[in-house]
C-alpha cells in the first residue's frame, strides 16, 4: 500500500540540501516515442532527415532531434541513455533503453515485415532487463555495467500502449480494438510488478497521446467531418484514447495498492500534447495538425504512399516525403512522431507538477540541469 508522495522520499534520505533527488539511472521501456536508437541498432540503418535538427544526423530517434527521455536525462544530469541492443559504444552505467520503435505491450501476432510491429514487445523489455541484472550481478561484470543497487535508485519510464492501439485501428475500428485494451493496461501493470521485483521503486508512467489529431491518422483513419472537433481533431479516436488512459490509471493503482513503497507517476501527456495541437501558437509553434516531414502538402502534408524521407515512383513520377524548413514550428515531425520542440516542450511540463498524477513536482524538489 502506498500512498506515493516523492517529497516524503526526498525529504527521508537526508537534508533538503544535499543530493535531491538523485536518481543515479533511467530505464526506459516504450515504442518509437521513447526509442533512442534501438530499432535501427537492430534494423539498420536509419536514414535523413531523421535527426536533423540536433543531432544533424540520423540518431535513432523518430523525430528530428531529441525525444523525451533525452530530455529528461538532461534534467536529471544523466547522459543520453545507451540503447539496449546496440552492441557499439554503449554505456549503461546510468541506466538503458529497452523502447524500440513500433513495440507493442502485447505480443505481436505478426512479423515486422508483414505488418512493420517490432518484435520486442513490452515483454521481450523486461526479458532484457532481467538480462541486464543477471550480467549485474556477475562475480566480475563488464566496465560499461552500473552497480547492482542501481536498480532499486533507478527512475523506471514506461511510454508504451500507442501500436497496440492504433496498428489495427483501421482494420477493426475503436471497437474492435476495445476488445483488447483491458489486456494491454494490464500487461503494463504487471510488467511494473516485475519490475518492482527486481527492485524498482519509482515508476513513471506517460499514458497515451490523442492520436486522433496525428496527420497520419487524420490522412488513413476513417471518419466524415462531423468527427472532427474545433481544433480538426477526430473527436471518435480521441474520447477511445480518453477511455482508454482511464483504464489505464485505474488498473496502475490497483496493481500499485498490491506494492509496498513503491511510488507511481502516472503522466498524462495525454493533455500536454492536446493542449499543443490545439493552440500551437500559445507555445510558440506554427502548426498542428500538419506534419513537417512529408509529402502532398495541404492540411496534414501526410502521404500514406510515402513516410518521411523515403521516395517512390508512382505513376512514373519520383516522389521523396522531405522535411520542412522550420521543424520548430511544428508539432508533429513525421505525422505520428512530435518534434524536437515539441518534445521539449512536453518534457518541461512533465518536469512541473500541473501533469503528474499525484503531483511530482521535480522542477522543485530536484536540482535539475536546463534543458536547452
Ligand atoms: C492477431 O491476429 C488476428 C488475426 O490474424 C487478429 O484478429 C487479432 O486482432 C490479432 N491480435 C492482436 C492483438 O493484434
Ligand atoms: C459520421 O460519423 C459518425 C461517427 O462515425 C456517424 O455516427 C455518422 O453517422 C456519420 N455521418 C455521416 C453523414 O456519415
Ligand atoms: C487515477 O486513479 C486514482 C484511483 O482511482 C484516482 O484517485 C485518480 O484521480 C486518477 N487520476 C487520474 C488522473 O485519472
Ligand atoms: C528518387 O529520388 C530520390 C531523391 O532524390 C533518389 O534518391 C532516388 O534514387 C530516386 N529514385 C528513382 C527510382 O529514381
Not at 15 to 37: H, M, R, V
Not at 68 to 76: E, K, N, P, T, Y
Not at 273 to 289: M, N, Q, S, V
Amino acid at each position: 500500500m502506498s500512498i506515493f508522495w516523492l517529497l516524503l522520499i526526498f525529504c527521508s534520505s537526508g537534508g533538503l540540501t544535499d543530493a535531491k533527488c538523485k536518481f543515479p539511472a533511467i530505464f526506459n521501456f516504450g515504442d518509437s516515442n521513447s526509442d533512442t536508437g534501438g530499432f535501427w541498432a537492430a534494423f539498420p540503418a536509419q536514414h535523413g532527415p531523421f535527426g536533423m535538427t540536433y543531432f544533424k544526423k540520423p540518431a535513432g530517434r523518430a523525430s528530428d532531434g531529441r525525444v523525451v527521455v533525452d530530455f529528461l536525462a538532461q534534467a536529471l544530469g544523466l547522459p543520453f541513455l545507451s540503447p539496449y541492443l546496440n552492441s557499439i559504444g554503449s554505456d549503461f552505467r546510468h541506466g538503458a533503453n529497452f523502447a524500440t520503435l513500433a513495440s507493442t505491450v502485447l505480443l505481436p501476432n505478426t512479423s515486422l515485415f508483414v505488418t512493420g510491429i517490432s518484435p520486442f514487445s513490452l515483454g521481450i523489455q523486461l526479458n532484457q532487463i532481467k538480462d541486464l541484472k543477471a550480467k549485474v550481478l556477475e562475480p566480475k561484470p563488464y566496465g560499461n555495467l552500473p552497480p547492482p543497487n542501481i536498480f532499486s535508485e533507478a527512475l523506471y519510464t514506461i511510454d508504451i500502449g500507442q501500436n497496440d492501439f492504433t496498428s489495427n485501428l483501421k482494420a477493426i475500428g475503436i471497437e474492435g480494438v476495445k476488445q483488447y485494451l483491458p489486456q494491454v493496461s494490464s500487461q503494463i501493470a504487471w510488467t511494473i510488478k516485475e519490475l518492482y521485483d527486481m527492485g524498482g521503486r519509482t515508476f513513471m508512467v506517460f499514458n497515451l497521446a490523442p492520436v486522433g489529431c496525428f496527420p497520419a491518422f487524420l490522412t488513413e483513419l476513417p471518419h466524415n467531418s462531423s468527427d472532427l472537433d474545433e481544433y480538426g481533431c477526430m473527436i471518435s479516436y480521441n474520447n477511445a484514447v480518453v477511455d482508454y488512459n482511464i483504464m489505464l490509471n485505474e488498473t496502475l493503482h490497483q496493481v500499485l495498492n498490491m506494492l509496498q513503497d513503491a511510488s507511481m507517476i502516472y503522466v498524462d501527456t495525454h493533455s500536454v500534447k492536446l493542449e499543443l495541437f490545439r493552440h500551437p501558437k500559445d507555445h510558440g509553434l506554427l502548426y498542428g495538425t500538419k506534419a513537417c516531414c512529408g509529402h502532398g502538402g495541404g492540411a496534414y502534408n501526410f502521404d500514406p504512399e510515402v513516410f518521411c524521407g523515403n521516395s517512390k515512383v508512382i505513376n512514373g513520377i519520383n516522389i521523396t516525403a522531405t522535411a520542412c524548413e522550420d521543424p520548430q514550428n511544428y508539432v508533429s515531425w513525421d505525422g505520428i512522431h512530435a518534434t524536437e520542440s515539441a518534445n521539449k516542450l512536453i518534457t518541461s511540463a512533465v518536469l512541473s507538477d500541473s501533469y503528474s498524477h499525484p503531483p511530482f513536482p521535480l522542477s522543485r524538489l530536484c536540482d535539475l540541469h536546463p534543458i536547452g
